[in-house]
T-cell receptor
Framework: DAGITQSPRHKVTETGTPVTLRCHQTENHRYMYWYRQDPGHGLRLIHYSYGVKDTDKGEVSDGYSVSRSKTEDFLLTLESATSSQTSVYFC??????????FGSGTQLSVL | RKEVEQDPGPFNVPEGATVAFNCTYSNSASQSFFWYRQDCRKEPKLLMSVYSSGNEDGRFTAQLNRASQYISLLIRDSKLSDSATYLCVVNILNTDKLIFGTGTRLQVFP
């Protein structure tokens, strides 16, 4: 399995506060992704990165920003958390052949 | 219409049974297809890619039907450990993005 670590694993926060989730990989994969998973929806892409400092929006990017200053780290920031952002967040990496390797997920609750 | 649709199930089958899931996709430009497996409260993991000619990996067989725009996953001789949610994943031509279905839940009972 690819070495992908997400932190924190669980977080409870209040509406309006900023939140940053971290994804760290040891596989030197070029591509990194942030997804959210909610009941009744498939995994939905928030943002992705195709290299250091190269990022692009996914289908549900509103309210989220990302940064990738090093190959191994991809940060997801909720600028001002809302209850609709309560979800399970998965980081994934890939080599460009469309096969993804996922981290263990972060359960985020916004109260 | 959703881009990728799956029957959510659950499919409840006894050990040893054969079970099949279908997944339909709406974009005829889709190029690549995959099945992922997700255990409860865990991350998805790649089960197998789906090739135009179909492919088999042990008890698992994946097929692609481009004319009808669906892919299928067949599991033979079901094991208790096969209990999981199976996610259908489709890419869109000339994009870096994959579209995930909501998954089909399989429960294998003794």
């Amino acid at each position: 399995d690819a070495g992908i670590t997400q932190s924190p694993r669980h977080k409870v926060t209040e509406t309006g506060t900023p939140v940053t989730l971290r994804c760290h990989q040891t596989e030197n994969h070029r591509y990194m992704y942030w997804y959210r998973q909610d009941p009744g929806h498939g995994l939905r892409l928030i943002h992705y990165s195709y290299g250091v400092k190269d990022t692009d929006k996914g289908e549900v990017s509103d309210g989220y920003s990302v940064s990738r200053s090093k190959t191994e780290d991809f940060l997801l920031t909720l600028e001002s958390a809302t209850s609709s952002q309560t979800s399970v967040y998965f980081c994934a990496t890939g080599t460009g052949d469309e096969k993804l390797f996922f981290g263990s997920g972060t359960q985020l609750s916004v109260l | 219409r959703k881009e990728v649709e799956q029957d959510p199930g659950p499919f409840n089958v006894p050990e040893g049974a054969t079970v099949a899931f279908n997944c339909t996709y709406s974009n005829s430009a889709s190029q690549s297809f995959f099945w992922y497996r997700q255990d409860c409260r865990k991350e998805p993991k790649l089960l197998m890619s789906v090739y135009s000619s179909g492919n088999e990996d042990g008890r698992f067989t994946a097929q692609l039907n481009r004319a009808s725009q669906y892919i299928s996953l067949l599991i033979r001789d079901s094991k208790l450990s096969d209990s999981a949610t199976y996610l259908c994943v489709v890419n869109i031509l000339n994009t870096d993005k994959l579209i995930f279905g909501t998954g089909t839940r399989l429960q294998v009972f003794p």
